[in-house]
């Protein structure tokens, strides 16, 4: 169905809303179609992973995913939708935040409005990224209450989250929507929200949907395309379908916010998670520090290096979305007090932007990378002070144990919390999830289970992996700390995911901000890596370069 013939049929249901009523559960929105040509034309593509085995999800039929909005949407005219895109488009939380209280904007708009980008987008088979594979049926009738709070004065001081809609990434529990994680064990996960989903909630934010992910965050196959789930199909990248990466694993969190699918999105990140697809699709991205924000109800990999983390069109919105997550979790054994005030993630107003910032960079990547080096030519320009440097030759070595023994260990926490009064998830364990996948690989594991069936073969000892941990955390921020240390930098400057490894390890924050794009037209972006807790101070460093340098462009066929 293109999106000329989806136009015209909400034009016609207009003129026949009681019709539409009666008929709702038997509306076809969307047909599947044959996807053997877009997956045989990549079978040449110069990335080994990209060589798809399939794009569609054989498991989602999107006509249930969309049909319970569906009269609420059919009820918002394109012309409505147009005279909204000034209010809406690109714009940060505050400039929404200032439609709503001058009454140009209601917060059902606002929700309406995502969710017409959504249908247009989605249900067109030429445009779908495959990226939001759940709604929530309640999202409008919650907006309308936001509305009616305003109307009432009875906001208060509400935190600047309040009415902006959200999407999660699908293995962050959200009450009234399955988890999945991608994998079809889980597809009827229905568990209690996620800690800082409650968080979302309180301040009163809406919930829009979920998106789709690398499959287990990532860690089940090896060499497979990011972005792909059986449950969800492969997420594609809005500034070139089948032709770059979604990045992964959060990819439909960064898709969707490319596309102005919602104000933002959640990711979570393990080693690049976050990273990754925010440079891929340029958007900010922040992976904070491990335990800023509770990892309590999101399916794990490993509970030594995972967090959430905003994903967002501007660094505002993203320094927003940190704080309405923030809070301390007595459930979540890495999660620290911050008693800072409400909006520290805002420059001080006497900031001076970059002018005198210590700025560390790769002298290997001056070398290799031209946006890199004429990026650290402008910083120069505005007034940072560049010093380049060689990090140490740090061990690596164990990483991946790491991984495979704390998700042999912190899975089945999740599903014996989550999952154990649930007759529909029939699994407790990496060896009950390889089980299943293997009884019908064709459909569940079409790129193999590699890595899972690593973690079963990895015999790393409880004292061996406490060697590893420990040696790795040093490491990692022998890596940085030698030339933060020697120079008193302010951040290191990265280039997208390239040291989100080292990163994990030390447990150090890090944040994306898009820089450009390459003469092909893939995004990169510029990263920057600062020591615990420093979220403010690179929240305030990549505001003053993103002001400067206002690199983002809307993705070419999603400005309509």
Not at 192 to 210: H, M, N, P, S, Y
Not at 359 to 366: D, E, I, N, P, R
Not at 490 to 517: E, W
Request: proline letters at 4%.
């Amino acid at each position: 169905m293109n999106r000329i013939i989806w136009l015209l049929l909400f034009a016609t249901l207009l003129s026949c809303k009681q019709e539409v009523k009666k008929t709702e559960a038997e509306v076809v929105l969307w047909e599947p179609y044959n996807d053997s040509a877009q997956v045989a034309a990549n079978q040449d593509h110069e990335v080994e992973r990209m060589r798809y085995k399939l794009i569609q999800s054989k498991v989602i039929d999107k006509n249930e995913v969309f049909r319970p909005l569906y009269a609420e949407v059919s009820a918002f005219s394109e012309t409505s939708y147009q005279k909204l895109k000034p209010l809406v488009l690109e714009q940060d939380i505050p400039t929404i935040q200032a439609a709503v209280r001058s009454g140009k904007l209601t917060y059902e708009e606002l929700v309406l409005f995502y969710l017409y980008r959504i249908y247009k987008y989605e249900l067109d088979n030429v445009t779908t990224l495959n990226t939001v594979i759940a709604l929530n049926p309640n999202v409008v009738d919650e907006a309308r209450q936001r509305d009616s709070e305003l109307k009432a004065g009875d906001t208060g001081d509400k935190h600047a989250i309040y009415g902006m809609p959200i999407l999660l990434k699908d293995n962050i529990n959200s009450s009234g929507m399955r988890t999945t994680a991608g994998s079809i064990a889980l597809a009827y996960n229905d568990p209690e929200d996620a800690f800082i989903v409650r968080q979302l909630k309180d301040k009163g934010a809406l919930i829009l949907g979920k998106v789709n992910l690398s499959e287990w965050a990532y860690f089940m196959c090896s060499g497979c395309p990011v972005g792909y789930s059986a449950i969800g199909g492969q997420t594609l990248n809005p500034y070139g379908p089948r032709q770059f990466e979604s990045g992964g694993s959060s990819s439909g969190s960064g898709t969707s916010v490319a596309a102005n699918y919602a104000v933002a999105a959640v990711g979570t990140e393990t080693s690049g998670s976050i990273l990754s697809p925010s440079s891929q699709n340029s958007v900010v991205g922040l992976k904070p520090t491990v335990g800023l924000l509770s990892r309590s109800g999101i399916v794990p990999i490993s509970g030594t290096l995972d967090t959430p983390g905003p994903m967002t069109k501007n660094v505002t919105d993203n320094g927003i979305f940190l704080d309405a997550m923030r809070g301390f979790d007595e459930t979540d054994e890495a999660s620290v007090q911050t008693n800072w005030e409400g909006v520290w993630y805002k420059p001080a107003e006497d900031d001076s932007g970059l002018k005198g910032k210590k700025l560390g960079v790769f002298k290997s990547l001056m070398e290799s990378d031209s946006i890199y080096r004429t990026t650290v030519a402008k910083l120069r320009d505005l007034g940072a002070r560049i010093f380049e440097f060689s990090p140490p030759e740090v061990d690596m070595s164990g990483f991946i144990n790491i991984l495979n023994m704390d998700m042999k260990h912190d899975l089945p926490a999740y599903l014996e919390r989550f999952t154990k009064n649930n007759s529909e998830v029939t699994i407790n364990s990496i060896a009950d999830a390889v089980a299943f996948n293997e009884s019908d690989s064709l459909l569940r594991i079409p790129y193999g289970h590699a890595l899972f069936e690593g973690i079963l073969a990895d015999s790393t000892t409880a004292e061996e992996l406490a060697e590893i941990k420990a040696r790795l955390q040093k490491n990692g921020r022998t890596y940085f700390n030698t030339a933060m240390n020697e120079f008193r930098l302010d951040a290191v400057l990265s280039i997208n995911n390239y040291h989100a490894g080292y990163a994990a390890v030390a447990k150090y924050p890090a944040l994306t901000v898009p820089m450009g794009y390459k003469e092909s037209g893939e995004p990169i972006s510029l990263t920057f890596i600062g020591k615990q807790y420093e979220e403010g101070r690179l929240l305030k460093l990549g505001k003053a370069f993103e002001d400067a340098i206002q690199a983002r462009n809307m993705p070419q066929g999603y400005e309509d």
